[in-house]
């Protein structure tokens, strides 16, 4: 699946400000000078822009499967190379080569357990930042007596196939942690929330919600009720996680 560049243009702000700042410092801190990082599911390159603003002399390879985003990608960041690879089916050709670190933001919520092993596997030692997965958790203000039903069915769509097979929604990062750890890293976790009032981005954001709890099988009228009502409401939380993991090396002593 792909995301068009007007939306990832509407949530790059939210992105942005609900990153974990603490992460995001060691994750910059921890790259060796001029760093290859590769990004997965890159979009226009918003990764880029967070990581670039504490380590601007990274060089990055940008993978995505739609070349129209990929193409804006490498106009707003000229200096970085970009990848058209679908990453449901190929992920090792985006990984190939070397490379010090393996970003992806709002991604890995998309994909199913089987991805999320393979991304572990092959990570082989490089320092991974995953932030912005969706958590499951939304709160919007003031309540509405659909909320329940349209936040379970939202579930539902969420957990279906994105390309990427059965997708591990809320579940993804605490997975992803464990399988990680069993390969031998150290993994630390941040609340990376967004808090949305009215505007712009809250109204895409309850049409969207909307139409996926429709697919999942809420009523049309009860749908299209519960957007009215949220797309000026006075404020929303909506919860993700950051994930910042890196390699522990163990040193004997003799």
Known sequence: MS????????????????????????????????????????????????????????????????????????????????????LARDLSTALAGEADAITASALIDLVS??????????????ALYIAL??????????????????????????AGDKGFGPAMGAQAVPYLKAALEKAGYRVALAPSPWRIGPGPLMASLAEGIAGAAT???????????????????AGCTVGHVDLFARFETHTVQI
Not at 217 to 226: F, L, M, R, S
């Open 3 to 86: 995301f068009d560049a007007a939306w990832l243009d509407l949530r790059e702000p939210a992105d942005h400000a609900a990153r974990d700042a603490g992460l995001l410092s060691a994750f910059a801190k921890g790259l060796p000078d001029q760093a290859r990082i590769v990004d997965l599911g890159s979009g226009t390159g918003s990764t880029l822009r967070a990581v670039s603003a504490h380590r601007p002399d990274a060089r990055w390879r940008l993978t995505d499967n739609d070349p129209a985003l990929l193409a804006e990608a490498g106009r707003r960041a000229p200096q970085a190379e970009v990848m058209q690879v679908d």
């Open 113 to 126: 357990a089987e991805w999320l092993d393979a991304l572990a596997e092959q990570a082989r030692g490089r």
């Open 133 to 158: 997965s969706y958590d499951g958790t939304e709160v919007w203000s003031p309540g509405h007596p659909a909320d329940a039903d349209i936040f379970a069915a939202f579930a539902v769509h969420q």
């Open 215 to 233: 697919e999942a099988g809420v009523a049309g009228p009860v749908a299209a009720e519960w957007a009215g009502a949220r797309r000026s409401c």
